[in-house]
Each structure stands twice: as C-alpha cells, then as structure tokens.
C-alpha cells in the first residue's frame, strides 16, 4: 500500500476539494489563523497544555473494548471507541478544546460557533467557560426548539446562545450566520467551527484535533489483538469523528467506511447522503460535495439525528471517496433507530443517534463481514442521552 | 448600444461626480418586474446596474438581501430564466451580476462566464469568491470580456491589492466589515481606505455595504468613483409592493441628485 | 495518627452501626452472599474481570485536576475527581459492575434493584444489558414522573421499571419494594445495591467496590502535587461515593467531610441531613441514623437532588461520625443550585445536584479555607445532565 | 385470669386442633375499634392474638396490611396508646404484638419489652430482628416474661433451628419466600419444613403468610399446632366498614369450624 500524499496542499486543497471560499474580509484572518495554527502544532507547550486539558479534564484516553455480545449476534468481532465519555457526551470536544486553546494563544477573547443538535455548541460552550472566554452560539430555530437540553447546557456555562430564524432554521443557516458574525467582528472574534468543514485551515485543523482518535485506537487495538482491525465504520455528518479516527490508519490495510444519512431513503429527497449522491458544489467556504439542485441551490438535509443533518461534507472525505480510500455507505432512520435500540439492550450503551448510523450499517453487512471473518471497529461517536426525547417522540409518532 | 463599465465610469467623471450603481434582486419581488425595474432605476440615473442572481444561502448579505433572495427562490426563479430576461433587456447602462461562488461552479464555470456574455452581462461580483482561487476563471472572463470584480474590504492586506493590480472593470470596496444592509452610520474609515486602493490599483473605486441615504451617498462620493446602493434600494421595493418602480426610480434619482450637488 | 480498625467485624459491624436486620427469609442468602464476595474478593480472576471492565467499558480511572477558574475566585487550590465522566454519569456503575460480576459468579440470572434519581437504576441496567441478565428496577412513583428520561434509558436496555405506589413513593418506598421482591424470588435473584447502606455485607461490598475513587484519587493527586489533599469533600445520601472517595484516605491526615442536603433548611422538617440530626435507628437491614419521629416511624426526606433524597444513611458514615473520623455539613436546596451554576460558568462542568453540595459547601467555607491555605479535593460523583429539567422548574418556580 | 402462651396452645392440642391466631393491626380501621375487634376474634374462636404495632416501612407485609398500617398512622396512632389501650382490654387468650425493629429500638429495646409485659403483651413478633441481632433484647425478654418469638422461613438453615432451640412461646413459620398476603395456592412444602422444625425446637409451631380461606387453614392445621391469619381478616375488616367486629367475628369463627373439622 502506497503513503497517501499529505494533503492539503499550502492552497488548503485535498485534490481538487478544499479551498477558502468566503468574503474577501476574511482572507487575512484565515492567514494569519493558517500562521498561528502552523506555529502552534509545532509548539511544544501548546501541544502539552492541548494534550494536559484531552487526559486532566476531558477524561482521554477514552475506552476501546471489544462488544462481546454484539460480536457474538453478529459472528464477528466488533469493538467499539468510546468517544461517548469524553467529557460532554461526544468527540466534539477534542476539536473546541484545541481551537479554543489557539483562540487564547491569538489573543481573542470572544468566541462564535455554529451547532446543530447543540454537542458543538456545548463542547465551544464548555472550553470558553474553561478559560473564561465570551462564547455566543448560533443556532437554527429548528434545533432550539428540538433540542432545548443543549440549549440550557449551553447557557448553564454562560454562553449566549442565538437563534437563528433564517433559511431552514437549521445547522446550515446557523453556519450562514456564525459566518456573518464573524465578517462582522473579524477582528476580536474567533470562529469555532465544529466539522472537518469551512475553508482553510478549518479542515486540516479540525482533523488534527481530533486525529487523537485514531491515535489512541491504533495503540489501544493493536494491544487488545496483536493487530488491525479490517474495518473502521464511523458516522459522517461534517465528518470530523470518522476523519479522526480514519486519519492515523490511512496507510494501513484497513477498509475504511463512513456512514451517511439516508433519512427516508436516498431516492426521497429527504436524506443527508452527500458523498453517496456525489455532486461537487461550494459551501461555507470549501469545495467538495453538496446537495443541491441543477442551479445549485442548496438542499435541505433530512436526518432523525440532528448531527447529520447537514448537506455538506469535509473536503478530506470526498478526497477520500474520489481517491476510493474510503467507502461511503448510507443508513435510513429506521435502520439508525433499531440499531440505537439494539446497541442499549446488548452493550448497555445508548449510541448518539449519528453512532448508530454505523452500528447499523454492521448490522445490515453482517453476512459479507462474517465472510470475511471482519474485525470491525467503530467509532462510538456520543452518547445517545440528547437524542432519548426525539426517539420517544419519533417512536410515538409511528 | 450599450456603454461599457469604464464608459460608465469615464462619463460620471466627466461630470464631475461618482458613478451611481444601484443593485436589485432578480426575481424579486417577481421575475416579470425585472424588465420594469431595470429601466427605473435607469431613468433614476443608475450609471451601472447589479442585479442580484438569488442564492439558497447568501452568507454575505444581510436581513433584507436574504429576504429578498428566499422570496425569489421560494417562487421558483431559475438561473436560466435570469439570463433569459437579462439577454431581453434592453438598457444603456452596463449590467453586473452578482451572485455566489456555487451557482457559477454548478452551472460551469465557463459557461456562467459565457452566458453572462451572451446576455450583455459585463461584470461578476462573487462575494465568496476570493481574487486567489478564481485566477482560473480570470482567464475565460478575460477572453469573453467579462469582468471579474475585485472585493477589498478593510481588513485587506497590501498583498491582497497587489493582487488584483491587473483587474478589470472597478474595484469593489466593502466599506465595514460585515454583511450587507442598511446602516445609519456610514464607517469614516472609508476614505483612507480608497486612498490605499488607489496607490495600487488605476480602474475605478465604488464603495458599497451600508449607504442608505443621499446624504451618505454623496459623503462617500466625495471619495470614490462610484456608489453602490442595495439593501436601502431592496428595502424601498419591499415597502412599495404597488408601485416598485415607481419608488425604486424615484429613491434612486434622490442619490443620483446628491451626487450630482457634491 | 493511629491506624483505623477494620471495619465491619464479622457480624458486619461498624462500632455499634451496621448489622443484618432484614426477615429470616434473606438471612441465608445474605450468609452465601458474604462467602460469595469474601471469595471474590481474593480472586485475581475476579478483580481482573472487573478492573479491566471499569478501565475498558466505564473508561476509568477518571480524570483528576485542579479547578483553576474555581481555584481563583476562592483564593486556594481545589481540585475535581471527575466521576461524572463514566459511561452513564456517576460512580454508581463502579458498584454495579461489581455487584453483577458477582450476581454472575453466583448463577443468578435476574438482578433487582431499588432506584431514586435513576442513576443507580441505569447503572444497573447497564450492567445487566452488558452480562445480558434480566434486570428489573423499582422506582417510587413521585420519581418516575419527576426523573422520566432515566426511566426511558432503563428501558432502553431492556430493564422493566416497576412503580411503586405506596407510602411516599420515592427512594424508601422503593427499596421496601425491592427487598419484598426479594424476599419472595429470593432463590434466583440478586439484588443490587446502589449505596453503602442495606445489611451486611452490602455497606462493607459497596464500599470496597467504590473505593477504586480514593484509590485513584490518592495516586493522582500525589502525582499533580506531591502531597496530599488537606480536605476532601463530597456529598452524602447513602453515602457510597463520598465513603468510596474517604476510604483511601482514612488513615492519612486528611479531613474528610460528608456534606448532607439540608432541603429548606434543617430547622423546617424539609431535609435530609441525617447525620446531622444524628439519631439512631434501623431501617432497610442496618443500624444508622435516621431521620423518624419519636415513635420510630420514619420521616420523608427532602432534597432539590433526587440521589440525597433519603432518610438514611450507611452505617460507616454513623461510625466515621461517632468517631470523628469525618465532619458531616450540610447544605440546602437554594446554595447547591447557586453552586450548580457557578461551576458550570466557571469550568464548564455541570455537575449533578447531589456533587453541588459538596462544591457549595468549599464555596461557603473559603474563609476558612483560605486561611488554612487549603488544597480541596472535591469528589464530583455525577453529571447534572439529569437535572437540567429539574433547575430549570424549580427556578422557574421560584 | 389471661392464658399464657402454651397454656393456648395446650388447650388447643387438648381439643386436637390447631390453635387459631388471627392478626390486626392496632389503629385499624381506628384505634376505637381496636376493643370491640379484640372481643370479636376472642368471641368468634381464636386461641391468641396477633396485634399490629403499625411501622411506617413494613418491608415484610404486603398490600393489605402495608395500607392498614399506613392508614391507621396517618390518623396519628402513636406506639403510647396502643400500650394504653391494650392495658385496658380483658381478654382471656394472650395477646402478642407484631411490629418491626425500628419502634422498638426508638423506644429502647428495655423499655419496649417492660410496657408490653405491663400491658399484658406475651409474646413480640419482629419480622426484621432476625434471632442473631436481638441476643441481647433476649435476656431483659426472658426476665420479663415477655416470649421473642423466633421466625422459620422455607430457606431457613438447620443452624438457624438449633439457634433457636430454647426459645420460648411457639416458632412462627413463614410458609412460602415473600411478603404477607392472602394467597389462593398453600405451599405444599409446609409439612416438611414443619416436620423439619419439629427435630430441632419443642415450643409449638405456628404457620402463618398467606392463610386465606378455612380450607387452607384446615390443611394447614393438619401439620403445625397453630395457623395464623393476618392479611385475609384485615381485608375483610376494610371491606365492612359499617361492621369491622362483626364480620371479624364470622370471619374467625369459619376458620375456627374448620380447624375443629380436621
Ligand atoms: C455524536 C455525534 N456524532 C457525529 C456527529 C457528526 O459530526 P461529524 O461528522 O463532524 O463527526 C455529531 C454532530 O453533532 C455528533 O454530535
Ligand atoms: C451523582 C450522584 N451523587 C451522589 C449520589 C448519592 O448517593 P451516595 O451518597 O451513595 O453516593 C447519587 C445517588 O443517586 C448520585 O446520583
């Protein structure tokens, strides 16, 4: 297997995916953001004070273990990542405790962030609390309504949060705005963004964070079994957990496998399935795949789990689908809400709702992973406690 | 026939005053107003006009743009019937489209490029589109005599203005950081601002974001080759659902007459 | 400092504390029991089961640091041991893998347990759904309505949540009905425990099981600092987490203090400081201090927090306190919520109720505190994600 | 002059029946009518008394008599009238109470037993004092003639029947795992678990939890020297309001018939 090139290229390009498409008030910013990130990563005390915060406060390592009942439904070995305890409930953490520290380093003392279901905005919320800094979270007014847990958290740790009426009042409109924000107080604020998505650095940035992952479960796996997995199955929205965790097996004989939102089904309209579909477009900043219509106008994402809900993806992740290193699967709500519930009843672990889209796709590959007599680990992205009420509901509603 | 950007300029210098550009949503408040609207604001004294091609997701405009634009989607304007319309009208003035970075690439970039050319379109503001990644585009513009404007904002570095040296057509001056919309106060930095640009770079200066009044128009007159008027303009068709080109002409005759008495 | 008596004797004694008061019926069951966990206790197999499912399933040890924002404002160090971060937010589920390790080791298949806020219920849950035993919880009907997302996540894993209806319909009456279960399924049922209370060996087994907090705690704080805490600190309702956070450190020169919840206040009759009130008596299998009236009956608790919601309290604590080995305080409803948001905004943690007390309680004493130049170990048992619905009413309320 | 315990259960024997001992609970449905019920099971055939101290938290009964007890507290029954009243009651069969440790132990272990014996009380149940907690409470027990009576549960081990060897009063034999309650099916184990008690304790041997009908009663009788009603005659008191004694009355009596039927 050959090295994979080490990308982006200085122009923040993954291929042809990446770039930095926003308003030419934020070109110096995202330059001078690329210098300080650059200095940072190779700064020893930044690194150390970055890796104390991950081990002393986030709670890293976090557990791998093999599920002994699921691989013994299955007929294969399935071990899961345990990014569900990281402090806050989910991976999102790693990234805004990273970019949080830079904001500090950078002298800004006032932070913005997009969210969806709100883990985002919680985990920007909680690392500005952490250091005292002035967070406002901008947030579609879909999503406060649907997920007011978040919201309260999010206030609890003195963030403002700010609801956003415009669009579809969702994860994308509250990224027009945060964007907007930040054009407007270029100068004293730094932007969070939560996905391996946006221009340049974002995506190279955001995946460094959160390459911890991977890291951590190389090491971990390789002392649990001697060996590899054969497969690694994580979730994608932005694709910031499976870019984190993929990342430090891209040069070892792995299959990687992302899992979309199929939502309804792909053939509805009313799914989150980006690089299944495959259609280049620019958004919020990068090059790589969008929904959108023939003018390319954007479509609206659907997906029961509100962190999917999005209809972009990093850059990275269409490199990788582009190059085929990495294979791009999609999961219906359906097949994500019986996989919520199976993970519970086996393991013991309610999965985030984004989690159980690759706890199902295992599930549904069962016959040709048992052929190939698979270890497979997946990337257990957050914990499912946001999401009991909207299955409750969703549930009722059948 | 119609003029040329620097027609358009080179006239409004002769008479001693900045180029007025008003801009207005295409498909807003319908498609059938465009034809109408165009030649209001040309009889109010537009030197230049934008029209804005809607986009899902307008990041770099304000409440009223966005508004605007949502409307126009929401009623199923189509790229193509922009251009359609476009290619009808029949005005003096130079016609500028501005639009976001997506609808170009879908459509194909070269094709956006020569469309806009078939359809008398002269010039593309593309906000999200930084000087830097479209130097590809440059090219196809260039030989289709589409001019790709150029965006300085105050936060732009030498190195940014350097860059777009060789630009045609004008340069495009955000006069604050921030979105588009109407504002009460017009950013005094703006002069220094046209002052830097203007060591680096010789076609014209307009200055747009935030004027909304004649008065602000001719304060900002005072220091550069052009004016550009939107979200005030938008926000006078909104209000004058009766009658939009007969408030949009008017609205904008009253900018045209503070240029004129600077 | 003279080293402390092993405690319980082998009638289960702790001093004149503790014992097995519970129908002849479980007096057998309670003496297999008690062989069952001495053996256990001395298995390697045994510890290493559960040591390796604490560090790969729980995600232990926990993180340990030092609250600097915290630490600021009060004017000496405190330091956080970070329970809220195990898989299902709080020490319980240290105890309940244990216990049904045991369960398991004894050929029990159906496991029950009493539950108040929940926690305990789902950290039960869990650990059946993990071992795949039929768990069945028992939860007063006041906190079924009042705690209704854990009884969704009891669910979940396949637990039956039984409502009790009788007396007060909280934590009490539910562990009535759990030992009447128990009493009559008594051949193929074990029953979990979720604090250091219950007959003998329950506060001894509980204990020993939590006290992997101190264990932990001991050895990290001795690596941050070089030395030990001068006080530790943390919340007592049974008390399993504050016994499990003391026990390390009961023979060094340490104050421990058990911070008990004082509801309105302990003068208006709504409370549940226990010890405070310090009067002997037996209920649920041991002596202790009890809250009751002159003639014995037993008096309803009250707390903001569900989990400090009961009239007892473990034997070990009533031992510690006759001793003075540990100070019990207490503190009401209206500072653990002050409390439960100061922490939040100035470290990004939103503890659980039941550990706000024991961060109101540093906050209330930092003139003491500072004058002793104190370093605070504070034992953070929980997360306060169950209680976001709960502060939000009750200020709302207010 | 009141019977002691054996001379109850010897009168029994002597009429070659099981000795009939139904249990209420003091303050149920008031403490008015604790009397006139004592009477009524007097007058319709029992041979002892059971008498209900009520607990706030009786863990080892069941619906019934977990409702007659949290009833009767919620009027306000205190420990202190139920001594009184029970001073005053002339009865000629022995009157024993049942309650739990707690009340006990509240009111010191001495003193509990010293106001039963002043009160006329032989003999104290404690469902939750199991015989190795209470060896203490035995001496001032048997200084004052007051019988601790020892509990046998299906799961009892023979350790526990030797432990209990010399206690005094009769063995209560919890016929099934579980609460009290009226039950529709007899655990048939109940004859070996007697015959078991039999080869270790000479007191006489009671049986009670979940007793419920005369025929169950007859059954049971047939193997131990006493049967105990509880749960099923306090649900016939809850059940006739308007005449508590006189239904308790009847109720006994058909259980009384039909232990003399054996
Ligand atoms: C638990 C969890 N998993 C996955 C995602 C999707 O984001 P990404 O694809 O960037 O990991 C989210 C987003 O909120 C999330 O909360
Ligand atoms: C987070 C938390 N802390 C403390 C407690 C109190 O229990 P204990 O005193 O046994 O630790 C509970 C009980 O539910 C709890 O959930």
Redo the contacts between chains.
Sequence with gaps: MAMMKSVPDA?GRFGPFG???????????L?SLTAAYREAKVDRTFHQEWMGLL?????RP????QAF?LSEQLGFAVYLK?E????T?AHKINNTMGQVLLAKRMGKHRIIAETGAGQHGVAT??????F?LHAEIYMGEEDVKRQA?NV??MK???AEVHTVH??TRTL??AT?EA??DW?????DTFYVIGSVVGPHPYPMMVRDFQSIIGKEARRQFRQLTDGLPSHIVAPVGGGSNAMGIFYAFRNDPVSLVGIEAAGDGVDTGRHAATITKAE??????S?SY?L?D?????QPAHSISAGLDYPGVGPEHAYFHDLGRARYESITDRQALLA??QL???????PALESAHAVAWVIQEREALQRLDAKVLINLSGRG?KD??AV?AYEEGI | MTMTISEAFARARQENRAALIPYITAGYPSLEHLESLVKALEAGGADLIEIGVP??????D??IL?QAA?EA?ARGV??QQIFDRVKDLAVSVPLIFLTY???????GIDRFITDSRRSGVQGLIV???????MREAQETAQSQGVAMIP???????DA?LKDIRNAAGFVYT?SV???TGARSQLNHGVGPLVERIRQHVHIPIAVGFGISTPEQARETGRVADGVIVGSALVRVIRDNRDDPSGSAESFVRAFRDALETK
Tied chains: 1, 3.
């Design positions: 122009r770039g930095q498409y926003v308003p030419e008030t934020l070109m110096p910013v330059d081990k002393e406060y986030v709670g976090t557990a791998l273990r009942r345990r569900d305890l990281n402090h409930g919320a909680t690392a500005a609390a952490l005292g847990l309260y958290r609890l740790m003195g415009s669009g994308k409109d027009n964007i907007r054009v407007t107080n270029v100068r280049r477009g620019i958004l919020h900043g090059l969008l959108q023939e003018d390319g106008q954007i919520f519930h519970a009843e086996w393991e013991g672990i309610i406690d009991v009420d409750a | 986009f899902s997701d307008p990041l770099a304000g409440p966005q949502t989607l189509k790229v970075v997506n609808p170009i690439y879908r459509r906000p999200d589109w930084p000087w830097n990644e965006l300085v904002a105050p936060t732009s570095t940014h955000v950081t921030g979105v």
